[in-house]
Each structure stands twice: as structure tokens, then as C-alpha cells.
């Protein structure tokens, strides 16, 4: 499709289906709705204790009535994630091209498949018809990351720091988009023929380097701070404006402290890792040499020689130990019925004692997938910059709750850049047949004294 046309036929498709499905919905969020009708109102003071996300969604929907002249009722609220789930593939665009080291489109209106696919993932899709904040957060995360790797770094604080507003734990990902940005330009920067030579950061390839390597990337990296340090300026102000809200507001979260109290969760982290497998295995099996290579490659990762069969060993004693000492069972997750993660804790996890332990082969095995899958082309830093981010953002959070794992999964997914058609077009099967259960369920299968079911 060329970029010259007014519009691609697969995100018009899309479109259309995001709208008719939002015609279907009709289930009414009991504390964001009146929140937002209140913001409505010009009633900025009144505030639902058990609200603990700051209030970027209800401005949002604010600014929408007022551009728009629309009334502040259900229907019109629910535009405010649907605008946002159909604005997903324009903000992924140029972050796909990036990735794949290509020209974004020149217009707007003509987001690349890749993008297009990847904004329909079941988690973003599902809550772009619910008036939840997860939508809106993620398109202003992934723009926050794509305007700091064009060096537009104030506009990217900027944005970085209102989509803070819609989850606390962004700020996170605001850091992370400063320094992915820089890790970027310290790779590709070049020194002009009248200048001296420029101070390298040692970041081989990925696929080639050793342990050895990440010491002397930690080693190298103070030589280069000089050269990245202005940029760090506007993101400074942001980690400046977050930790005065902090301070005034006496943590993170704003209300229900209670039911929200940080915690040391590492299994976390593993469940992330088989997610992010579950859901992008299309991505992880349309490599070179398809499922053998890859198969062959984790083989070789993990027990290709002594030394590789003992760390596998060792790593896998570890995590063993981190699931016996630090599994978090939340008492949402044994309580709320009407989540996906409430029976698959219930049918897997409890199963049997041993079954956590069990995993720990094919959480090493998944994450070396995905290294050696994006891997190809991008060096040791940037393969393991999101893995790095990834751990305070999940780490504190007692919940099994696959909200969390949107942003990071997106994050991940968009740097395997060369999925072939083939692979793409199962991917979207793949994506809308979950979509296609997940919204029947949760459209059809209502039950007297659960609610409806929901990721």
C-alpha cells in the first residue's frame, strides 16, 4: 500500500470494527464514569477514594466535551479510549519504522500493517471500548519513546510527563525513553571529518557478546555522559515534578492504599516473560530458519557447553528460590472471579505445589527466545534496556494483573522488525480470535452475582 493513499484498507477494517464493537458495549465502570462526569461539571475537588490513578482520563474526556460540544454521558465518555485505540497505530508507526530502519509514511492516515496489528494486541484492544486508562497511557508512553529517539526531547519530557497523569508508574517509561534514545544515538552517531574522534560506548551485538562485554559497557559508560547529559535536562524536570507529587501525596498511589501496597513480587517477572511468549509466539517463530533455528539457539543458550549447562543450572536454583520465598497469591486474585488470572492461577498454579517450579525451564527457555529474536540486529545494550526497565515497573506489584504487562509487551514486540507477511497475517488471526472469545465472554456470558468477565 503506498503512503501517497488516503487511507490503508486493513486500518480502515480496523476502524470499522472498533466502532461496531463499541456499539456493543454497554457495561457501566462504577467509580471512573462518575469521576469523570464530576471533572464534567467543573467539580475538580470531588474525588472516589478508591481511585488510585491519577486523573489524566476524566481532563481527557474533558477536553473532548469541550472541543466537541458532546454531552458527558457513557457513550460519549467511551470515545475518550476508543480515539485513543485508533490513534495506537498512528503513534506505533514510526516507532515500527525506526525499528526496521525505514522512512515512516509521510501521511498520518497510512499506518504500516505492523503497527496496525500490534495496536489490536487482545490487552489494548479489549480496554480501548472500557473507560480505563490503559489506552490513553500507552499511546502517550509509545509517543513519549518515538519523539526522544527523533532527538525532540523537550516535547518528549512533555509528553512523557502526561502520560504520568494516566499511570503513576509511566515515569518509569519516561526514563526509559531518554535513555533508549541515547543508547541509539551514542550507536549511530558519527564524527564529521574535521572533528576528533568521539568517545565510544562499548555495546557490541548482542548475538556476539559475552558477560564480559556488559562489564565493560558499564565501564565504558562514563566516558560518554558528557555527551548525553543536556539532553537529560527536560526529563530531570519530570523526575522532579513526580517525586514532589510523591512527597505531597505520601506514596504513589492516590487512594486504596491499602489493597495496593508495593511488594517484592519477582515471580512477576517470570509471568511476564511466559505472557509476552503466550501472546507474540507468531513473532518469536517467523525468524530465519523458523522454529528449528530458534529452538536450536535457546538449546545452545542453555546447554551448549559446561559453562552454559552450569549457569542454566544456576539460574534455574535461583528462581526456585525467589518463587518459594517471594510468590505473592494478592487476595484480589483468589477472590475476584470474574478474571481470567483468578482460574489460571487456580488451574495451573495451584494444581499441584510442585507445577510453579516446573515453569522455571520454560521461563529461562522463553526469555532467551526473545533475545536471540530480537537480537539480530541491535546490540547488547539495547536488548537488554527493556529487561532492565521492565524490573521496577513489575517488581513492586503484589497483583497478577495483565494490565501491567501491555506497555512492556509492546515495548518488546515492536523490536522484532522483520516479520515476514506470512507472519504478520497469523499473528492477527492469532490476536483477533482472542479478541473475538474475550469479547463474546465478556458480552454474552454475563453471570447472575460475578459481573462480567474481563482480563
Known amino acids: 500500500m503506498s503512503s501517497s493513499s488516503p487511507a490503508p484498507t486493513y486500518y480502515i477494517i480496523f476502524a470499522t470494527v472498533a466502532v461496531l464493537v463499541l456499539k456493543s458495549v454497554n457495561e457501566d465502570e462504577p467509580f471512573h464514569v462518575p469521576q469523570a462526569q464530576a471533572y464534567c461539571r467543573g467539580d475538580y475537588w470531588t474525588w472516589d477514594p478508591k481511585i488510585t490513578t491519577p486523573p489524566g482520563l476524566y481532563v481527557l474526556s474533558s477536553v473532548l466535551k469541550k472541543l466537541f460540544m458532546l454531552k458527558c454521558n457513557l457513550p460519549m465518555l467511551r470515545l475518550t479510549p476508543l480515539l485513543s485505540l485508533l490513534a495506537l497505530p498512528i503513534a506505533l508507526t514510526p516507532l515500527v519504522s525506526y525499528h526496521k530502519r525505514e522512512r515512516p509514511p509521510s501521511s498520518l492516515a497510512t499506518p504500516l500493517l505492523d503497527a496496525v496489528i500490534l495496536a489490536s494486541f487482545p490487552l489494548a484492544w479489549f480496554f480501548g471500548f472500557l473507560y480505563y486508562t490503559e489506552v490513553p497511557s500507552l499511546v502517550t508512553v509509545v509517543s513519549s519513546v518515538v519523539l526522544a529517539m527523533q532527538g525532540r526531547h523537550w516535547l518528549a519530557a512533555l509528553i512523557g510527563l502526561i502520560s504520568c497523569t494516566f499511570r503513576q508508574n509511566n515515569i518509569i517509561w519516561v526514563f526509559y525513553a531518554y535513555v533508549l534514545s541515547q543508547v541509539l544515538y551514542l550507536r549511530f552517531r558519527r564524527a564529521l571529518p574535521s572533528e576528533k574522534a568521539l568517545t565510544k560506548l562499548h555495546d557490541p551485538p548482542a548475538l556476539e557478546a559475552s558477560p564480559a562485554d556488559l562489564l565493560w559497557s558499564v565501564l565504558s559508560a562514563p566516558r560518554v555522559l558528557p555527551d548525553i547529559l543536556s539532553n537529560f535536562v527536560p526529563y530531570a524536570l519530570v523526575l522532579a515534578a513526580f517525586g514532589a507529587f510523591v512527597l505531597w501525596n505520601g506514596g504513589i498511589v492516590l487512594g486504596d492504599k491499602a489493597n495496593h501496597v508495593p511488594a517484592f513480587h519477582v515471580p512477576q517477572l517470570y509471568y511476564f516473560v511466559g505472557f509476552a511468549t503466550a501472546f507474540g509466539w507468531p513473532a518469536l517463530l517467523s525468524g530465519r530458519g523458523g522454529v528449528s533455528a530458534l529452538l536450536r539457539g535457546i538449546a545452545a543458550r542453555m546447554f551448549g557447553s559446561k559453562r552454559n549447562t552450569a549457569v542454566t543450572c544456576v539460574v534455574s536454583a535461583i528462581m526456585c528460590l525467589t ?63 527493556l529487561p532492565v526497565f521492565v524490573v521496577p515497573t513489575l517488581l513492586p506489584t503484589p497483583l497478577l494483573e495483565p494490565r501491567y504487562f501491555l506497555i512492556p509487551y509492546i515495548l518488546l514486540r515492536v523490536q522484532v522488525k522483520d516479520v515476514p507477511l506470512w507472519g504478520l497475517v497469523l499473528e492477527g488471526l492469532w490476536y483477533a480470535g482472542i479478541n473475538a472469545v474475550t469479547m463474546w465472554v465478556f458480552l454474552y456470558r454475563e453471570r447472575t452475582g460475578v459481573g462480567r468477565f474481563m482480563w
Do not use: E, M
Open 323 to 385: 518463587i518459594y520465598k517471594f510468590t505473592i497469591q494478592h487476595p484480589f486474585l483468589l477472590s475476584d472471579n470474574r478474571h481470567y488470572t483468578f482460574y489460571l492461577w487456580r488451574r495451573v498454579f495451584l494444581l499441584h505445589p510442585v507445577v510453579p517450579y516446573l515453569l522455571v525451564p520454560g521461563y529461562i527457555a522463553c526469555a532467551w527466545a526473545w533475545y536471540l529474536r530480537i537480537g539480530h540486529d541491535q546490540t547488547l545494550l539495547q536488548n537488554l534496556l
